[in-house]
């Protein structure tokens, strides 16, 4: 194996001003490479993807008048090919398809994402997705650009702030391939995958992204949209702001909605259940109103075109002509296709939440447009209704505001609704996260989180001022019941670093506090060993805090009280002390880190 640290260590190429800058050289070459691969192997699940796609059509056309009834079943073919090929092929390990995996590698780099993630979602999402599972191939692809750039910097050797900058140039420029947006690939990574890193860490993720973009655009991969004709008016800024608490709301249900069936995943276990359970249902919903299927982009570029006839008729059709059925057709589409995702998703379909919000924001600004047409409200344009609505879903889902906006600008041309979608993101957003735990990946990761085996991360990057006190109190310490003589202290005093010494009751509550201090005026009369106890030593308990209290309000609590120590209880019970010398500790390792580039 190849292995660069040395070489990183100690580069000179001569040259006194390139001292400083010939391993940041060397990672940009390596980001390219990332990011060029990333494109390539995602430009090749999107042409699988396709190529099933016209293929099931044939399938389909050859089915006659059975057709309405062999469509729905293709999604369900899709959802079993992913399991059984997980459970075939990668069942020694979990077969993760969620961009969690990725996520919680750049945070807490480990041993790595495994190698399978390079090549398998091209073919299980490729398949699902090309299938027609109501699911977008964003997500599978950022895993697999992240797990090239991860498991790139491993076979060469590189450090972990190197390893973990090619993990996120690798996702950033599968998102860039995707939608031949790098900016929006660059701030995906910033924000979602590794937020509040430096500025400059863009450097290398944009030229990772249009590497990504290149590749994409040359393997034929390109989401053409049509462009914004249409600027705003000072007077319509009420509908974005109104449109910005709707999507914030929406997003908030989205999340949560999400965090249930993970809930539901985790309590049924059995791939096999899921899988089954999940297909019978989509058949239904699929066999009704197969609309909400497939990711949905190509609806929305139909229905950009103001091409309402295009939408696949089902039992439930939505109305072509404008009316109280038209609005409440595509209020239905709001409500369903981010369950039908989450389902299709959760039955074990290969597939993320990034294009159904961008489908469910696009049949949310639909029907405002419809509510205001009927209204005889004008000066707001389908096109800019659309892109408002896709760009305060999407925000307010990943809590991404500037993903969100630039994706839509690079998409759309929409550099004219610049300042009305700022307005609609940064309200969405904020929305979404006074009313959340976090997006819908940390939200769903919070509540599965192992208290006991998995780390607290939190959105925002500041991870250790979000660990629970729980997780770095000592729960070592000795000891005592109020009954306990003196002569037992002083044997435990001898024997052990210990100078705080908890008292507890017969229901392990904490009733006081002994310090080594109390006891020293005592220390030489002998006659008095086995006539105190501990009762006669303690003191007052001083402030105690959860197990779920932050290392924040630990910080707080200190800073108020001026103590020595702060104990632990959890469900009432003492759990451990937390002294200023740990506090001190978890500070010192949060700001002992290293830039990525």
């Known amino acids: 194996m190849l292995n660069l640290s040395k070489i990183f260590a100690g580069m000179s190429w001569g040259m006194p001003w390139k001292y400083a800058h010939q391993k940041q050289l060397l990672v940009l070459g390596l980001c390219a490479l990332a990011g ?16 099933v796609y016209f293929q099931s059509r044939h399938l389909l056309e050859a089915c006659g008048d059975s057709v309405r009834w062999v469509e729905p079943a293709l999604p369900v073919a899709g959802i079993f090919f992913c399991v059984i090929l997980g459970q075939l092929f990668w069942r020694r390990h979990p077969y993760d398809t969620n961009l969690w995996t990725a996520i919680r590698q750049a945070r807490y780099p480990g041993r790595g994402l495994r190698e399978y993630h390079m090549l398998s979602h091209i073919l299980t999402c490729g398949v699902a997705v090309g299938l027609g599972i109501s699911a977008g191939m964003e997500a599978p692809s950022a895993l697999t650009g992240a797990s090239i750039g991860d498991n790139l910097g491993r076979k060469l050797g590189l450090p972990r702030e190197n390893r973990t900058l090619l993990l996120c140039a690798g996702a950033a420029a599968a998102i860039s391939a995707v939608f031949s947006a790098p900016l929006a690939g660059a701030l995906f990574a910033c924000e979602v995958l590794l937020p509040g890193t430096a500025a400059v860490t863009l450097i290398p993720l944009l030229i990772a992204s249009a590497a990504g973009a290149i590749l994409g655009q040359l393997c034929g991969v390109n989401v053409r949209f049509p ?149 005889d409200i004008t000066g707001f344009p389908l096109i800019n209704c659309m892109a408002a609505g896709m760009a305060g879903m999407l925000a307010g889902v990943m809590h991404a505001p500037m993903t969100g906006l630039f994706l839509i600008a690079e998409l759309l041309g929409g550099y004219q609704l610049f300042v009305p979608l700022m307005v609609v993101v940064a309200i969405s957003t904020f929305t979404s996260r006074c009313l959340s735990r976090g997006n819908i990946y940390f939200a769903a990761a919070d509540i599965l989180r192992n208290p006991e085996t998995d780390p607290c991360v939190n959105e925002d990057g500041n991870e250790q001022e979000s660990t629970p006190v729980g997780e770095v109190a000592d729960r070592n310490s000795y000891t005592l019941s109020p009954q306990d003589t003196f002569r037992t202290l002083l044997k435990v005093l001898l024997h052990s670093p210990q100078e705080i010494f908890p008292v507890l009751d017969q229901n392990d509550r904490l009733v006081g506090i002994i310090q080594e201090r109390n006891i020293r005026p005592y220390l030489l009369d002998t006659k008095l060993y086995d006539i105190l106890v501990a009762d006669d030593f303690m003191g007052a308990v001083p402030g105690e805090l959860p197990y779920e209290a932050t290392i924040a309000e630990a910080t707080r609590l200190f800073d108020a009280t001026g103590a020595e120590f702060i104990p632990i209880v959890r469900n009432g019970k003492y759990y451990g002390l937390l002294t200023r010398a740990q506090l001190l500790e978890c500070h010192r390792t949060a700001l002992n880190h290293q830039e990525l580039f």
């Open 227 to 375: 462009e914004i004709a249409y600027s705003w008016h000072l007077e319509n800024l009420w509908l974005y702001l109104f449109m910005g608490l709707v999507c914030g709301a929406a997003s908030v249900a989205v999340i949560r909605l999400n965090c249930q069936f993970q809930k539901l995943r985790r309590a049924v276990g059995n791939p096999w259940l899921m899988a089954i359970g999940g297909s019978v249902m989509l058949y239904g919903i699929f066999l009704l109103l197969p609309m909400v299927g497939g990711n949905g982009l190509n609806f929305v570029l139909e229905l950009m075109h103001g091409n309402l006839s295009a939408l696949p008729g089902g039992v439930l059709d939505v109305p072509s002509q404008c009316g109280w059925m038209l609005l409440g057709g595509f209020a239905l589409c709001v409500l369903i296709k981010p369950i039908v995702s989450m389902i299709s998703i959760c039955s074990g379909g290969d597939g993320g939440m990034f294009a159904p919000s961008l489908v469910t924001g696009a049949f949310m600004g639909i029907f405002f447009h419809q509510l205001l047409g009927m209204a």
């Open 36 to 51: 060029g691969l990333a494109g390539l192997a995602c430009s090749g699940m999107h042409l699988l993807a396709g190529m």
